[in-house]
């Protein structure tokens, strides 16, 4: 990579983050979304792994720190505006959400009600370990 002028072209938000949504680089399943700032994303295409920024935590997220399900970075890409972030992943571990699922979008719209339709993969507090 020849420098990182390339974030240049970004177009941050107020707050120096930008939306970037993670999807199965084989399945095109989208796994989840999280927010990046410059040095997160800069990290993400050095690295070859996916660090976002997390808000509530106010710091620098590398994906699968506590649980081990990280995100191997096959391909970055960004929307026509150059306001979404779009990384193409493999998915370590199978499983994407904090639920224990496979993405954080498994509820479903039907006839007016949230339905969970995504069966829990593994048990969250298997994953995180409790103080």
């Not at 993670?22 to 800069?42: I, P």
């Not at 720190?65 to 306001?83: F, L, N």
């Not at 979404?84 to 509820?107: M, N, P």
């Not at 039907?110 to 829990?120: H, I, K, L, N, R």
Request: glycine fraction near 10%; hydrophobic fraction near 35%; include cysteine.
């Amino acid at each position: 990579m020849t420098g990182e002028n390339w974030l240049d072209e970004i177009k941050w938000t107020e707050d120096g983050l930008v939306p970037a949504i993670a999807q199965d680089a084989d399945t095109g399943e989208v796994l989840m979304f999280a927010w990046m700032n410059r040095e997160s994303l800069a990290m993400s295409a050095r690295e070859g792994r996916a660090v976002y920024f997390s808000r509530s935590r106010g710091r620098l997220w590398p994906k699968g720190e506590e649980s081990g399900h990280v995100q191997q970075i096959r391909e970055i890409r960004v929307d026509c505006d150059k306001d979404v972030v779009l990384l193409k992943i493999e998915q370590v571990g199978g499983i994407a959400c904090h639920t224990g699922r496979r993405s954080c979008f498994y509820f479903r719209l039907e006839d007016g009600d949230w339905q969970a339709v995504e069966a829990v993969l593994k048990d969250p507090g298997e994953i995180y370990r409790q103080p």
